[in-house]
């Protein structure tokens, strides 16, 4: 298991074609999506480690990325200079096995 933490600029999808940027930070107990507004935290949701079912990661020009829990499916995609080969082995250094490219 890598130590540490990894960040990712990080547009989650709110609506049919609403997107909201945040700041995507995969720490040791999980995931932390925090939005910001004029360098001020507004809104953060974490997600723990326990609860993240599954992700997978979608081979696009902007890779897409599903967060999978038993109560709710978080989907975005990633706006950084990342291959989705490079945010897998990334990702598979936390979450093993759960994490999936398609």
């Known amino acids: 298991m890598i130590q540490g ?4 600029s990080f547009f989650l999808r ?3 074609f609403r997107m909201i940027p945040y700041i ?3 720490l040791p107990d ?3 999506l925090s939005q910001k507004n004029d360098g001020m935290v507004v809104q953060q949701i974490f997600i723990p480690d326990l609860e993240i079912q599954k992700i ?4 696009e020009k902007i890779p897409e990325l599903e967060l999978i829990t038993p ?4 989907v975005g995609s990633i706006r950084e200079k990342v291959t989705v080969d490079k945010l897998f082995q990334d990702l598979s ?7 999936m490219i398609y």
């Open 56 to 59: 997978v990661l979608y081979k």
């Open 5 to 8: 933490a990894l960040q990712y």
């Open 71 to 74: 109560r709710e499916i978080f």
């Open 24 to 26: 995507m930070e995969v």
């Open 93 to 99: 250094g936390f979450f093993g096995s759960r994490v």
């Open 14 to 16: 709110t609506g049919f």
């Open 30 to 32: 999980g995931i932390r």
